[in-house]
């Protein structure tokens, strides 16, 4: 199973990105898929998860900003990211887990198996 991130950039605050993760050698169709991110100096952290059904939930910070779906004909989940502010300056992880995920252990990095190898996004004037 593999995971490949990638979208990230430099762009000015109140901007848009999408960022792409492809995954090969399992189907996004099943289990749970997440976005984390870790700013500089800081722990990693939740962004938004989307479990198969096609509910989707999201850390409070980025409620309305930003929001996670998936195209299963590309087995590809995007995070499409607008109104984008310094803050949001991260690097983002995908991660997935093969089985479905209830709310509480949404935001468990121990419960997801794989994980992408991250994207640079920077929000910066």
């Known amino acids: 199973v593999q995971l490949q991130a990638s979208g990230g950039g430099l762009v000015q605050p109140g901007a848009s990105l999408r960022l792409s993760c492809e995954a090969s050698?399992?189907?996004?169709?099943?289990?749970?898929w997440a976005w984390f991110r870790r700013a500089q100096g800081k722990e990693r952290d939740h962004v938004a998860a989307l479990r198969k059904g096609g509910s989707s939930s999201y850390v409070d910070s980025v409620k309305g900003r930003f929001t996670i779906t998936r195209d299963n004909a590309k087995n590809t989940v995007y995070l499409e990211m607008n109104s984008l502010r310094p803050e949001d300056t991260a690097v983002y992880y995908c991660?997935?887990?093969?089985?479905?995920?209830?709310?509480?252990?949404?935001?468990?990095?121990?419960?997801?198996?794989?994980w992408g190898q991250g994207t640079q996004v920077t929000v910066s004037s």
């Open positions: 991660a997935a887990a093969t089985r479905y995920l209830i709310t509480s252990s949404l935001w468990r990095e121990s419960e997801y198996e794989y």
């Open positions: 050698g399992l189907s996004i169709s099943s289990g749970s």
